[in-house]
């Protein structure tokens, strides 16, 4: 009764359907709700705004002095009063190239932000088929109980008219027993499969929809070498891996600005009192008014240690890209070289479900029951065809998601995947 009722309760969670969900939805869902991607999308706001603060320029500083102020600090008896304004000015070539290195890092988060879009559309859709994959199982099993229990009926009526023994009666509910249990777990992964998707999605995992789309089927011979170039060409990954180059190269530069000096302009108004010339009349001397200039420049000196410690971290990590650059590369051809074996694997696999086994299945499911029927061949014998019937159903559906999985993992096969699961 346990294992009736858990049937029951996962039956009435996966018929229960809240509308209905295709890949083109779920994909779409994915763009615009995960958790990651939206993080992406932030990254390249904020990286955009970087280039702004790479371009500041110092704040002027004004500037108040009284000196000769008398020892009670009254400020309106100094003899000297400035008041000035001093503007520090870097050398243009070092504000250039930290706007080159900013506006290299916006290029990266845009090309990082269209890897995510990239890798989250594969993986939304090999959630979805293996979703899929997983409700059409428990559907099959549902069919085929029914069918079991049809023949289960057959074989009490018969051993109630006394043409039947109870022993195939008992082996009959033993398979519809182990049937129901199949039944069960094949709803429990159902169940983690959507919850899987929903996660991708951002939906909520007690609604589960009615998955509209198959799984793939597609007979177009595919041309490798040429899908291989394509990938290859279109391709974040490696053009990220050329991005961090350009942009190390550019570091280099902005290092190799910090050898060249700043520079500082100012100018003053200066009050200054007690001036000559001194005479009878003018006993403490005249107030003058007049305007001050200054001039600075930055001296590196001290053997241009720190300069020479920037170059030397940034030609380093720009040797650190070069080489990252290659090996990417490495993976990148041998990443889609694997999923357009993987895709013509899965295709061989289906054409012999197509042309072979599933017609003949079928041909000996139909004969075998009919010769049940006629006392041409014994339970055994046909509870052993109806199990190879069932596994030939369940491994061509797996064949299919493989297959449908595959074309997902080639349409993201010029990305490297995430370093964990993505959420």
């Known amino acids: 009764m346990a294992g009736l009722a858990l049937v029951f ?18 994909v779409a869902a994915a763009l615009e709700k995960n958790p990651r991607l939206l993080a992406a999308k932030h990254e390249v706001d904020a990286t955009d705004a970087r280039i702004l603060q790479a371009g500041r320029i110092a704040n002027p500083v004004i500037n108040f002095v009284w000196d000769e102020v008398p020892t009670d600090f009254s400020l309106g008896d100094a003899e000297e009063r400035d008041i000035g304004i001093t503007q520090e000015i870097e050398f243009p ?8 290195v900013a506006t290299h890092d916006l290029s990266l988060s845009e090309l990082r932000l269209e890897r995510f879009k990239t890798l989250i559309i594969a993986e939304t859709k090999k959630a979805y088929y293996e979703t899929r994959f997983s409700q059409e199982i428990v559907d099959g099993l549902k069919e085929q109980l029914l069918l079991l229990q049809d023949i289960e009926q057959h074989l009490s009526d018969r ?8 022993l195939d009666v008992l082996r009959t509910k033993v398979e519809v027993a182990r049937l129901r249990n199949d039944l069960a777990e094949a709803g429990r992964k159902a169940r983690t499969r959507w919850t899987e998707l929903s996660l991708l999605i951002a939906n909520e995992a ?48 902005l290092a190799k600005a910090s050898y060249l000096p700043d520079f500082s302009l100012g100018v003053s108004h200066q009050w200054r009192s007690g001036e000559p010339p001194y005479d009878a009349n003018q006993f403490t001397g005249t107030t003058s008014n007049s305007i001050g200039f200054e001039l600075g420049i930055s001296v590196p000196l001290w053997f241009w240690q720190e300069p020479k410690g920037l170059v030397q971290e940034a030609e380093a990590l720009e040797s650190i890209a ?42 000996v499911v139909a004969t075998s029951f009919d010769s049940y029927r006629n006392n041409q061949i014994d339970l055994l014998n046909l509870l052993d065809v109806y199990r190879t ?12 998601m493989s297959h449908s999985v595959a074309l997902a993992e080639l349409e ?12």
């Open 9 to 26: 309760i996962q039956g009435v969670a996966l018929s229960q359907p809240a509308g209905f969900l295709s890949v083109k939805d779920a």
């Open 93 to 100: 070539t070092r504000r250039s190239a930290r706007i080159d």
């Open 159 to 166: 051993y109630r008219a006394g043409a039947g023994s109870y």
């Open 206 to 253: 007690d609604n589960v929809p009615v998955l509209t789309d198959t799984l793939i089927h597609d007979p177009v011979a595919i041309n490798g070498d040429s899908l291989t170039l394509v990938l290859l060409e279109n391709s974040s990954m490696l053009k990220i891996a050329r991005e961090v180059a350009l942009r190390q190269a550019a570091a280099v530069s």
């Open 322 to 363: 070069g080489l990252d650059s290659a090996s990417i590369a490495r993976r990148v051809r041998a990443a889609v070289a694997n999923a357009v074996a993987a895709v013509v694997v899965a295709r061989e696999q289906l054409k012999v479900f197509d042309e072979l086994l599933l017609e003949d299945t079928k041909d």
């Open 389 to 400: 019937a069932r596994d030939t159903r369940l491994e061509y559906a797996r064949a299919l």
């Open 412 to 423: 993201a096969a010029g990305e490297l995947p995430f370093e964990g699961k993505s959420e």
